[in-house]
């Protein structure tokens, strides 16, 4: 079976290139080839000897998981959809703006967290992405991007923000960011690379160690009472736990600040009192909040909350010291919003089918 070399950060790739008795630079040209040039195809590498060139060929191969759809929003939000195999479909979403373009990557097919307001997450989860289907959702953009536009690098920010916790799939997510950051691949800083979680305490603290990177966490409510209703993984990992994690994080990430993402939910979590509570909360922690409006989608119980009340909740954040910001909605028109990311997912916790019983019951 040939190895795909998609996915092989510096450290794999010149591991595989020892294994067949290849010197150690191979790696560095075999990286800049696939990543830096977008290479699909070994034939390309014209540095490479013909004869090295072929036996790569036959031992190896460059296999990104292949595009289903390619939709664009009427803001010019770009929409992807990949298959990965087996029934299952992933979405990347890219969002040009005036000085960079940010690409939400996905983690995971489906999601095991079951956010309440989150459409990934009632779609149920199948699998963990390999790191070959992660990178090579960056890989794609990169490649059909800079061939559309003739910018080198038209992909300058991305954020592991799409389908799934990026923290529950370690080590594949891992090995894609430190392609992400490698010179002889995508070249990124660590502060144009963001990770969001949920808030897997221990992930966060293992990140920290091994591949530091701009850390944003899902917070959306003020108290654990309220956050275990739509964050229910709080019930393992409560608020008090993720504080403290976030501030030793800080320590050692190239952000000094953690961004909280706070999706705003009619009458739910919107109050005043609640951004008190907030502003409470998060006093002693170095951070900023990204206010989020809810992006509504069909099976969703929620609305979205008065632009009246956003900006009241802003302001009491923004009067206790905090620097809070309001996320702009992007590919509404395309369910490319946050938190609007389906794809397509066999999914193996069977969790539409509990949720229908439950409403027929």
């Known amino acids: 079976?040939?190895?795909?070399?998609?996915?092989?950060?510096?450290?794999?790739?010149?591991?595989?290139?020892?294994?067949?008795?290849?010197?150690?630079?191979?790696?560095?040209?075999?990286?800049?080839?696939?990543?830096?040039?977008?290479?699909?195809?070994?034939?390309?590498?014209?540095?490479?000897?013909?004869?090295?060139?072929?036996?790569?060929?036959?031992?190896?191969?460059?296999?990104?998981?292949?595009?289903?759809?390619?939709?664009?929003?009427?803001?010019?939000?770009?929409?992807?959809?990949?298959?990965?195999?087996?029934?299952?479909?992933?979405?990347?979403?890219?969002?040009?703006?005036?000085?960079?373009?940010?690409?939400?990557?996905?983690?995971?097919?489906?999601?095991?967290?079951?956010?309440?307001?989150?459409?990934?997450?009632?779609?149920?989860?199948?699998?963990?992405?390999?790191?070959h289907e992660i990178i090579g959702q960056l890989w794609h953009a990169n490649?059909?991007?800079a061939r559309e536009t003739g910018a080198e690098r038209p992909v300058t920010n991305v954020v592991m923000m799409g389908m799934g916790e990026p923290l529950a799939n370690f080590e594949n997510v891992v090995a894609a960011m430190r392609l992400m950051l490698d010179d002889f691949a995508y070249g990124l800083s660590r502060r144009r690379v963001t990770l969001s979680t949920a808030g897997l305490v221990s992930g966060i603290d293992r990140l920290r160690e091994v591949c530091p990177v701009s850390l944003a966490v899902s917070l959306h409510a003020p108290n654990d009472r309220l956050r275990d209703e739509l964050v229910p993984i709080n019930r393992k990992f409560p608020i008090?736990?993720?504080?403290?994690?976030?501030?030793?994080?800080?320590?050692?990430?190239?952000?000094?600040?953690?961004?909280?993402?706070?999706?705003?939910?009619?009458?739910?979590?919107?109050?005043?009192?609640?951004?008190?509570?907030?502003?409470?909360?998060?006093?002693?922690?170095?951070?900023k909040v990204n206010l989020i409006p809810f992006n509504p989608f069909p099976e969703g119980r929620y609305a979205r909350s008065s632009p009246g009340a956003v900006e009241r909740f802003r302001d009491i954040l923004a009067r206790a010291g905090l620097i809070a910001t309001v996320r702009r909605p992007r590919g509404e028109d395309i369910d490319a919003a946050c938190g609007q990311l389906a794809g397509r997912v066999r999914d193996r916790t069977r969790r539409a089918e509990r949720r229908l019983g439950q409403e027929a019951a």
């Open 1 to 131: 079976m040939r190895v795909n070399l998609l996915g092989l950060d510096g450290e794999a790739m010149h591991a595989w290139c020892t294994g067949i008795g290849e010197r150690p630079f191979r790696a560095r040209q075999l990286l800049r080839w696939i990543h830096h040039a977008g290479a699909g195809e070994f034939a390309a590498m014209t540095d490479l000897s013909k004869a090295l060139r072929e036996r790569l060929a036959g031992a190896a191969e460059i296999a990104p998981p292949a595009m289903l759809r390619d939709t664009t929003a009427s803001d010019g939000t770009r929409k992807w959809l990949f298959d990965v195999g087996t029934g299952n479909a992933i979405e990347t979403v890219f969002i040009p703006e005036p000085n960079r373009g940010t690409l939400c990557v996905s983690s995971q097919a489906g999601c095991a967290l079951a956010c309440s307001f989150c459409s990934t997450g009632y779609r149920g989860f199948n699998r963990n992405l390999a790191a």
């Open 143 to 145: 490649r059909l991007l």
């Open 240 to 287: 008090r736990e993720l504080m403290a994690a976030c501030v030793r994080y800080v320590e050692k990430a190239p952000r000094e600040f953690v961004m909280f993402e706070y999706v705003l939910l009619d009458g739910v979590n919107d109050t005043a009192a609640h951004a008190r509570e907030l502003s409470g909360l998060l006093r002693d922690v170095p951070c």
